[in-house]
Each structure stands twice: as C-alpha cells, then as structure tokens.
C-alpha cells in the first residue's frame, strides 16, 4: 500500500509562480533597455570635475601636511601674539603716565610756580596723580615758598593741589611746617590742614590740630589747642603774623 503524500500548507504554488513571473519580467525589461550615451556636455563636464578633482584632492594633502608641520610655529605665534596683546593692554593701560613731569603757571595774581614731581599720572583732562610732588611757589616781594609731599593730586584747571604724606612747608622767612596732609589753593594763594601740625619759625614753635596760611597777608593762624612756645625777643620782632584759634 502506498504511503499517502505530505503536502505543504504554508506554500502556495500560484503566489510563488506569480512573484517569479515578475522577477522575469523585470529582468527581461533590463536587458532590452537600451542604455543613452552621455552628449558631449556631459562628457566635458566629467572631464572638468575629474582635472579639478586631481589638483584639488593634492592641494588639500598638500595644506593639511603643512599645517600638521607648521603647527608649533603657528601655537608659537598664537601666544606671543597673546604676549603682545597684554603688553599693548598694559601699555593703554598706563597710558597718560610721565615721568619727572614738570608743570608751569602762574596765580591770580600773574606770580609763577613750578610743581614738579618723580611721576605724573594723567587721570582725565584736569586730574594728575602725583608721585614725590613739589612745589615752588612766588609770593609777593620777591618771597617765595617750598612744599613737598609723598603723595599728591593736582587739579590744573581749579590749580589746586592736595598732598598726603610727610608734608613739608618751607618759606624763605624762616617758617617750617610739617603736617600729614594739606591742601594748597595755589591760585589764591591759600594753605590749609586740618591734621596735627608742628611748626617753626622767628616766633618759636607751635603745636596745633590744624592750620590755616594767607600768603597774601602773611598770616598763619593754627587752630584747636595745642603747645606754644613763643620767642619774647622784641628787638627782633616775628616776621609772620601768628593766630591761635579754638
């Protein structure tokens, strides 16, 4: 007896008859397409990109092997570029700076002085920083007087100047003055501090919280209390007029 025959459920015979139909189609369609030469055109045109292409494709090689070559110069270059930079900044910076600066003019009443200092700094178009300031100014009848200081900040168009620091009057009379700060109204010829002042001079010495100088009435006159020690020789009376106020 003959064994009965298997069959497959999960294969149709006309599904797969029919997809082999259309891969022959499809493949019969190819071989008979007929295949369109390029025009001259396009023939020139591929010849253009392949010369572009051959001198292209070495150049870039070429640049990118160069740069691999140059590139401790160039990161040389970068940060001494960078160097110069912050020099150029640091030199803005610093710019409107002199040294050993001198300054001329004269008072409201046309007298000369010289203010000289180790550094000038300019802040802005009338404000100088100073450094070692000094200053030589004319009185009337041929008098003159002689400051200096550490520090000091002249403003030229009020032609005003304040000091700090160990400052020093001298004036050709004989007077000495020394006091932390002051300020000096050159122009109105006018000296005042309001720090602990000693002073020396024809009518002794005199210690005080302050003081206030006219040189055009050759007056000094020291404020709050302090010690006095007054010169009683009247043959050769003082040659300032001297006030203690309260």
Do not use: C
Not at 38 to 53: I, W
Not at 108 to 125: E, V
Not at 131 to 151: C, Y
């Amino acid at each position: 007896m003959k064994p009965p025959s298997t069959e497959r459920t999960d294969f149709d015979k006309t599904a797969s008859r029919d997809h082999l139909q259309k891969l022959d189609a499809l493949r019969k369609a190819a071989f008979q397409r007929i295949r369109r030469p390029p025009s001259p055109e396009e023939m020139a045109r591929r010849k253009s990109r392949l010369a572009m292409a051959k001198w292209l494709l070495p150049a870039i090689a070429s640049v990118l092997l160069i740069s691999i070559a140059a590139w401790p110069e160039i990161n040389h270059l970068i940060h001494q570029n960078g160097a110069i930079l912050r020099e150029m900044r640091r030199i803005h910076a610093e710019s409107g700076r002199m040294e050993n600066a001198v300054y001329r003019d004269i008072d409201s009443q046309g007298r000369p002085y010289t203010l000289t200092s180790r550094s000038a700094h300019q802040i802005d178009d009338d404000k100088v920083e100073l450094t070692d300031p000094v200053a030589d100014i004319q009185l009337a009848h041929q008098s003159w007087v002689h400051v200096r200081a550490d520090h000091g900040t002249y403003l030229q168009h009020e032609q005003t100047l304040n000091l700090n620091g160990h400052f020093t009057l001298y004036r050709n009379d004989g007077l000495l003055l020394n006091s932390p700060t002051a300020d000096l109204d050159i122009k109105q010829q006018v000296i005042a501090t309001h720090d602990w002042v000693h002073a020396e001079g024809p009518f002794g010495t005199q210690d005080a919280q302050g003081a206030f100088l006219d040189q055009n009435t050759n007056t000094v006159q020291f404020m709050g209390p302090g010690l006095t020690n007054r010169f009683d020789d009247l043959n050769h009376p003082p040659s300032v007029s001297v006030q203690n106020k309260p």
